[in-house]
C-alpha cells in the first residue's frame, strides 16, 4: 500500500508569484484534505476535497484554490504570494467523507522571499 | 469555540518515565479525538484516536484518557523512549471527515 505523497519537497519563490503543489492520495482514498502547517505552529485546515469536489474550506483567502483530480490526487494552487504565505504544506487523504482517520504526507516546505 | 488548547508546549522526561500531554475543547460538536506525532520535517503521523463515548483507549505504550464531562483528553506514553522524541499534535474533528483543527503542540524530549 502506498502512502500519501507530495511535491516537490521544498520550494523557493518570490513574493508575487504563483505556485502549485501536488498531492499523491493514499491508495483507495478518495478524500483529501490540505493544511498549511507555519514553523512552530499545529496545522490549519485550507480546504478539502472529496471526489473531484470541494467538500468545505478553512479562513483561507481566493487566491488559495485546488483541484482533484479522477485518479484522486490533488493540487493546491496560490497565486501572488505574500511572505506569511512560508510554510509547509501538508495533504492528508482518507478513505471517504465520513471517514475521520487522515493520514499526512511528508509535506512540501515552501519559502517565500 | 473551535479552539483546542494544548499543553504544556515543551516536556521534558527521563528515559522509562511517562509523558503526559493534556488537551481541552469547547465544542461539544466534536466526535473524534486524535493524536498526531510529527518529526522534524516530517508530515503528522497519526499515533491513536478516541471518540467520546469511550473513557480510555490503550494501544501499546500509548493511551488517550478520555473526560466528557470537563471536555479535557490527554495522552499518556509509558516507558518513554528517546526515540519518542517528537512533537506532538492533539486534535478534534465534527461533522464527519471534516477538517481537523490542531491544538498548539507539545515538544517532547526523553532524555537517554
Not at chain 1, 511572505?83 to 516546505?109: I, K, W
Not at chain 2, 518515565?17 to 522534524?40: K, L
Not at chain 2, 528517546?82 to 478534534?92: E, H, L, N, R
Request: proline residues 6%; neutral net charge.
Amino acid at each position: 500500500e502506498t502512502g500519501v505523497t507530495q511535491s516537490p519537497t521544498h520550494l523557493i519563490k518570490t513574493r508575487g508569484q504563483q505556485v502549485t503543489l501536488r498531492c499523491s492520495s493514499q491508495s483507495g482514498h478518495n478524500t483529501v484534505s490540505w493544511y498549511q502547517q507555519a514553523l512552530g505552529q499545529g496545522p490549519q485546515f485550507i480546504f478539502q476535497y472529496y471526489r473531484e469536489e470541494e467538500n468545505g474550506r478553512g479562513n483561507f483567502p481566493p487566491r488559495f484554490s485546488g483541484l482533484q483530480f479522477p485518479n484522486y490526487s490533488s493540487e493546491l494552487n496560490v497565486n501572488a504570494l505574500e511572505l506569511d504565505d512560508s510554510a509547509l504544506y501538508l495533504c492528508a487523504s482518507s478513505l471517504g467523507r465520513g471517514r475521520d482517520e487522515q493520514y499526512f504526507g511528508p509535506g512540501t516546505r515552501l519559502t517565500v522571499t | 469555540q473551535q479552539q483546542v488548547k494544548q499543553s504544556p508546549q515543551s516536556l521534558i522526561v527521563q528515559k522509562g518515565g511517562i509523558s503526559i500531554i493534556n488537551c481541552a475543547y469547547e465544542n461539544t460538536a466534536f466526535d473524534y479525538f486524535p493524536w498526531y506525532q510529527q518529526f522534524p520535517g516530517k508530515g503528522p503521523a497519526l499515533l491513536i484516536a478516541i471518540r467520546p463515548d469511550v473513557s480510555e483507549k490503550k494501544e501499546g505504550r500509548f493511551t488517550i484518557s478520555f473526560n466528557k464531562s470537563a471536555k479535557q483528553f490527554s495522552l499518556h506514553i509509558m516507558d518513554s523512549q528517546p526515540g519518542d522524541s517528537a512533537t506532538y499534535f492533539c486534535a478534534a474533528i465534527y461533522n464527519q471527515g471534516g477538517k481537523l483543527i490542531f491544538g498548539q503542540g507539545t515538544e517532547l524530549s526523553v532524555k537517554p
